[in-house]
């Protein structure tokens, strides 16, 4: 198929597809109708792409090149009519490894059928790499430095860190480097200072970036659902025609997968959590106390970017006599620090101490609260007719009907949970050469709402007024003596 025109919603076109075996020998698997089936694996809480591609082989290349798992995968693939270099799968210069052979077996007519499962190159040359370093300057630095520790070429996002930092690497993963910067950083460029970094990588390329810097980005698409029975047409003059790009924007099927977890909340922290700091400079302990509804509009949140007002996805209604949800901090944390107006735990060799001072009751509690919510926040899984401009960690906004047998007028007609702004926490392409199709599975997740819940003030848990009856008699325990 010619990449020149989108003929139908999920078309896509393989551009180049090769495999560079361990012995130098270039195949070019696209040029016979090899593959069947590919896979592609994005999410913006994990360090690489991965994916798999299924692969019919009459050439016996599996055994003749051979293919044992360490061998390169070109790979460019991208939405037909689309041309802009950053709508493109391009894995052409900076190539997939192939990690291993899965699944093996024979299909008849003389042809095998294998699995081949492949990842970014930064992350097993992550693998192989250890620091054993001192390393100075701001964690954006740091982290663009351990990128070139695993020979990353692709384009780096990274949003500038504030302070001037040390970290002491024991013989440790470049990776591991920037899951200490993550824990700490916050940024110089946001008003609020925006604690809640993340480190991904997408078909875009690495991004070591706050999640409010992923909320502020523009809406890259629009989803709804459409009545079922067959293609969206247009309607004037191309009436009769299907409308391709209500087509791509339409909600084949979807499924709410959370809607808030309270035990969870608590346990973790998202709601409150109290934080001891021990000054060993000093000798001084300080406490901190993280309450989520106290703090929410000094926080950033997704809707607050995208013309709306922001409000928690929990109610604040009382549980107890005057108390909400976020007054009971159920999770304690301790962190140490050594500070008098700069970090004294750390000096150059000149006897300086030009590091800034850790500041764990600025970014601690609210990273945790923030980041917890990408995993048991308001999450939607929706299934769409794929295409390679959508990437993980771009916003989009959903439109999902209130699903109600009875409609009340003057009600609402769309879902009060699942509308609106949500970033892209996760991608699956699936790449069908059978039906030749692309399709996509979205895992959808926001932190606030355009409009507030009601929080009555006397919604306290039921309980009987007497006290409980303790049963330690006997006869209860041992009926049979």
């Known amino acids: 198929m010619s990449n020149d025109f989108i003929r139908s919603a999920g078309d896509f076109h393989i551009a180049e597809a090769k495999i560079i075996s361990s012995s130098g020998v270039e195949v070019d698997i696209n040029k016979n109708n090899n593959i069947a089936h590919i896979k592609l694996f994005e999410n913006i809480q994990q360090n690489s792409i991965t994916g798999e591609i299924l692969l019919h082989d009459s050439a016996g290349y599996v055994s003749e090149l051979p293919i044992i798992g360490q061998e390169y995968l070109k790979l460019k693939i991208q939405t037909p009519s689309i041309n802009h270099e950053v709508n493109i799968i391009d894995f052409t210069k900076n190539v997939f ?10 299909v008849g007519n003389s042809i095998s059928v294998y699995l081949l499962s492949f990842s970014s190159s930064e992350i097993v040359k992550n693998q192989r790499t250890k620091v054993a370093d001192s390393l100075d300057g701001t964690y954006s630095k740091i982290v663009v430095d351990m990128l070139d520790r695993v020979n990353c070429r692709k384009k780096l996002f990274v949003e500038p860190t504030k302070g001037v930092k040390r970290i002491v690497a024991p ?14 950083a916050s940024s110089s460029i946001n008003e609020n200072f925006s604690p809640s970094y993340l480190f991904f ?13 992923l909320y502020a980005q ?14 969206i047409q247009q309607s004037g ?3 009769g025609i299907a409308n391709l790009e209500a087509e791509l924007a339409n909600i084949i099927d979807y499924e709410i997968v959370e809607n808030s977890n309270t035990l969870f909340n608590h346990t973790t922290g998202v709601l409150a959590s109290t934080l001891l700091v ?3 400079y000093n000798k001084s302990f300080k406490q901190y106390t993280y309450n989520y509804f106290d703090r929410f509009n000094s926080e950033k949140h997704i809707t607050s970017y995208h013309g709306k007002k ?3 996805i929990f109610s604040d209604a009382t549980v107890e006599e005057g108390l909400r949800n976020s007054d009971f901090p159920a999770r ?5 620090v050594s500070e008098g107006e700069t970090d004294v735990n750390n000096t150059t060799k000149d006897g300086t101490e030009p590091y800034a001072a850790p500041d764990p009751q600025n970014t601690l509690q609210e990273r945790v609260s923030t980041v917890n919510q990408l995993d048991r926040g308001l999450i939607l899984n929706i299934s769409t007719h794929g295409n390679t401009i959508i990437k993980a960690g771009d916003i989009v906004e959903v439109d999902i009907p209130i699903v109600a047998s009875v409609k009340v007028d003057g009600g609402r007609e769309n879902d009060r949970f699942y509308n609106g702004v949500f970033i892209v926490k996760r991608i699956v392409h699936e790449f069908d050469f059978g039906e030749k199709k692309h399709g996509t599975i979205l895992t959808l997740v926001k932190d606030s709402l355009s409009e507030k819940l009601d929080g009555p003030k006397d919604q306290i848990e039921p309980k009987p007024k007497k006290s409980a009856r303790v049963i330690s008699d006997k006869e209860t325990f041992y009926p049979q003596l």
């Open 218 to 231: 523009p809406v890259v698409q629009k989803y709804t659902t459409h009545q079922a029975g067959g293609q």
């Open 237 to 239: 003059p191309a009436k």
């Open 201 to 213: 990588e997408n078909f875009d390329g690495y991004h070591f970036r706050s999640l409010a810097s």
């Open 310 to 312: 922001q409000f928690p």
């Open 97 to 106: 490894v192939i990690n291993s052979v899965q699944t093996r077996g024979e």
């Open 171 to 184: 013989n440790i993963r470049p990776f591991d480097v920037i899951s200490m910067a993550l824990n700490s």
């Open 278 to 280: 021990h000054n060993i």
């Open 332 to 336: 304690t944390f301790l962190e140490s």
